[in-house]
């Protein structure tokens, strides 16, 4: 079986550089790149049909395809990947998803490990984490950027301008 690198994006910086990571990895190795795009409901992975209804279902269906082709777009703007690409949206939580997307032991999982935030860890468990302790195959966490680190940083700065006087 031809071995795939599969790697998670959702259009952050750090899902970005495991993007490209993972293009280079599946070009050294002559492999396959899937590209997955988790996605959930509004509110997180409560409800379904029912809750919702089959519009609402198709259209975070279709938003998700879209992000994806985005995200794909603006990736390979510059230069494609060089190697067979295939794009998947598939409902659920992002790590379990990638685990079960690279369930052969002869895939390579390519993620990103960027910034959470500082509300997040104790709301959401880390995809990079789930992604190490549950795969069956090797696991590449790609580390941000330092200057993703660096943007960051100055998101949350609080800018401090003089004072003008009006008219001067």
Sequence with gaps: ??????VGVNGSLGSLAALHRAAAEAREHHAELHVVLAWQLPGGGLGGRAT???AVLRECREAAVEDLRTILDSAFAVRRPGVTLSG????GEPGAVLVEAARSSEDLLVVGTGPR?????GIRPSVTRYCLEHATCPVLAVPPNPLEAELTAARGAVWHLPHMPEGG
């Design 1 to 6: 079986m031809r071995r795939r690198v599969v």
């Design 52 to 54: 919702y209804g089959a």
């Design 88 to 91: 998947f949206t598939v409902r």
């Design 117 to 121: 935030g500082r509300w997040l860890p």
